[in-house]
């Protein structure tokens, strides 16, 4: 098994910090300023909120990607469209990337 490397991404008031947990079932996303040390908003895939939107998709893969859409959405509701994406030591593959495709289609801009 190979070791996850994790490099430290930084976000500004400015460009926030995308940051996105993946475990085996769920997915976990945040937007951080790190400059205050304050988490903006974030959404888990299971919670209330987000379920609706995500009835549609039956692979986890399509619940990241519609999450990726409905985090995008949010986002701009709180006036971010710049953003810096910390995958938090996953490779860029998978659910990681059909979140990152679906944030990017919703509008951000990473």
Same mark, same amino acid.
């Given at each position: 098994?190979? @070791? $996850?490397? $994790?490099?430290?991404?930084? &976000? ?6 995308l940051?996105? =947990?993946? +475990?085996?079932? =769920? ?18 895939? $299971?919670s *209330? ?6 009835k549609?998709? *039956?692979? @986890?893969?399509?619940? +990241?990607?519609?999450?990726? *859409? ?6 701009? @509701?709180k @006036? /971010?469209?710049?953003? /810096?994406?910390?995958?938090? &030591?996953? !490779?860029?593959?998978?659910? !990681?990337?059909?979140?990152?495709? &679906? ?6 801009d990473?």
């Amino acid at each position: 098994m190979s @070791k $996850k490397r $994790k490099h430290r991404v930084w &976000g500004t008031a400015e460009r926030p910090r995308l940051v996105v =947990y993946r +475990s085996l079932r =769920y997915m976990h996303a945040e937007l951080i300023d790190d400059t205050q040390g304050k988490v903006l908003f974030g959404l888990f895939d $299971k919670s *209330k909120v987000v379920q609706d939107a995500l009835k549609e998709a *039956k692979t @986890k893969t399509e619940r +990241s990607y519609a999450l990726g *859409k409905l985090f995008a959405e949010q986002a701009k @509701k709180k @006036k /971010v469209s710049r953003i /810096v994406f910390d995958r938090n &030591g996953h !490779i860029y593959h998978g659910r !990681i990337k059909a979140f990152a495709e &679906g944030a990017r289609e919703g509008g951000l801009d990473f």
